[in-house]
């Protein structure tokens, strides 16, 4: 694994007999009081190595912290003006220890959250909640283990990731589904439903939505309206922002991590695993089968019947609707759990990753994050309480300027819209569009762990603009080109 996993695992005696072996007249000469001192000397280069990794290691320093107080936000069913809650958005705290990291949250994003248009009555509610992730995750080498429902995995402004499944399944006695967010019957488990299909209309904007509360999303957490092409209007009346934006030039963000402790991406990588080859669209490796009844699973188990394939349930509405096939010729096409050992901006030595997969038009793509199986072994829990000494982790702002944000524009030239995106922020930025003249055309603000906005252009006439970036410090002008 990579360099800096190899040197928090290389323990004190196998520092001293690499040393030993490295140098046996030292220690066949030495008295044995200087042997001491020199393994006091590595314990304490070893404690400042690991010191040194804990300050650098992505799973402690890439959260969104909340700095500026930031609440939550959400929608109601016919008002498209936010109701602010009294909800602390984002991350809270970070901890960690020689093994874990706790990362304190509410589940709550600071981007607009709902409405929740399909009838759920739930409000995305803080969860109050700390999770233990490991620092340092390991591949299962055994029977990998299966995802399951709720909780698979953090995001990094601490709202949850869920698997594929919304808990329903078909029951062939009655010939309906059951299970799910009704529960008013026990399906089959045998043919599970989707719920990226199933219950699209109930996901806002951030293509999420809460379970009893537990705000969430099954899916690569980028704003429908932003999609090549929109499957959900939806931002139409009740615009959000999602986690991140897609952009097909550059390595996509670190956006979470998976309940193994492995990093989890958006959507676009390096074509190669070690670095090469440009930025290209990870490929899921699962496709539909090509069937028409649903009796038997992709590897030829006869089991019980789940309804014929039709427009009610079309190929796609069951995770059993799909196969896996292997692309070995193809280092963008993801393994079987939906990731691949690679090189990213974060893990220059390389690391396993999951990336939140997408098709060609950028609507999310099966097993869509993490699944239907971990990579690693399955070790993150959420606790009540941190029984372990821990040293919480503050992120310094003392230099922080404009200049070392990687900021992004996108698309540009532009038609209907543009997204300003910025890295994670200690404090709330003003975004201006400015004409040619100086005029001020809109106003708009990344808040702090928002991350980014979204300006509507469809009032604006064509021509050369400027988008003005202020933060409280300094401030950095781009140009952009409005061309219908």
């Known amino acids: ?266 959507a676009y990588g390096y074509a190669n695993a070690d670095g090469t080859g440009g930025i290209v669209r990870m490929k899921s490796s699962y496709q539909l089968r090509n069937i028409t009844v649903r009796t038997h699973y992709a590897d030829g188990s006869n089991v019980t019947d789940g309804p014929a394939v039709s427009t009610t349930y079309p190929l796609g509405y069951f995770r059993e609707d799909y196969e896996y096939v292997a692309h070995a010729s193809d280092a963008s096409y993801l393994d079987v759990h939906n990731g691949r050992f690679c090189v990213t901006p974060e893990y220059p030595d390389g690391i396993y990753c999951y990336f939140a997969t997408v098709d060609a038009n950028h609507n999310s793509a099966y097993p869509y994050v993490v699944g239907p199986t971990f990579y690693g072994n399955k070790t993150a829990v959420k606790v009540t309480s941190i029984t372990e000494a821990t040293t919480q982790y503050t992120l310094a702002t003392a230099d922080f300027n404009l200049s070392q944000l990687n900021i992004k524009i996108y698309p540009n030239p532009a038609q209907d819209f543009i997204a300003i995106q910025s890295d994670m922020i200690e404090e709330n930025l003003e975004v201006k569009l400015v004409d040619e003249l100086g005029k001020i055309i809109q106003t708009n603000e990344i808040l702090q762990g928002s991350t980014l906005c979204i300006m509507d252009l469809t009032l604006v006439t064509n021509g050369i603009y400027f988008v003005k970036i202020a933060s409280s410090k300094d401030d950095k002008t781009f140009k952009i080109i409005v061309d219908r």
């Open 1 to 266: 694994m990579n360099r800096l996993y190899t040197i928090q695992n290389f323990s004190i005696r196998d520092n001293f007999f690499y040393n030993r072996r490295k140098n046996k007249k030292l220690l066949s000469s030495k008295p044995i009081l200087t042997n001491l001192t020199n393994m006091k000397r590595i314990v304490l280069l070893l404690l400042i190595s690991i010191a040194s990794y804990s300050q650098t290691n992505p799973i402690i320093t890439k959260w969104l912290k909340n700095t500026t107080g930031i609440t939550g936000r959400h929608y109601v069913s016919g008002n498209p003006t936010p109701i602010t809650d009294a909800v602390a958005a984002n991350v809270q705290t970070v901890q960690y220890s020689t093994n874990w990291v706790y990362v304190s949250t509410n589940g709550i994003p600071a981007y607009i959250t709902g409405p929740f248009l399909d009838g759920n009555p739930s409000l995305a509610t803080s969860q109050n909640a700390i999770f233990k992730l490991p620092l340092t995750p390991t591949q299962n080498t055994g029977t990998p283990t299966a995802t399951t429902g709720g909780n698979i995995g953090l995001f990094k402004n601490g709202v949850a990731l869920f698997d594929y499944r919304d808990g329903a399944s078909w029951k062939n006695s009655t010939q309906q589904m059951c299970g799910g967010p009704t529960g008013m019957c026990m399906g089959d488990g045998v043919w599970n439903r989707d719920a990226i299909p199933a219950e699209r209309a109930g996901f806002d904007c951030a293509k999420a939505h809460p379970a009893m509360g537990n705000y969430h999303h099954h899916q690569n957490p980028s704003a429908f309206n932003l999609d090549l092409v929109v499957i959900s209007n939806v931002c139409s009346t009740y615009p959000s922002d999602g986690l991140y934006v897609i952009n097909t030039s550059e390595h996509s963000p670190l956006i979470g991590f998976a309940y193994d402790g492995f990093p989890i991406y958006g």
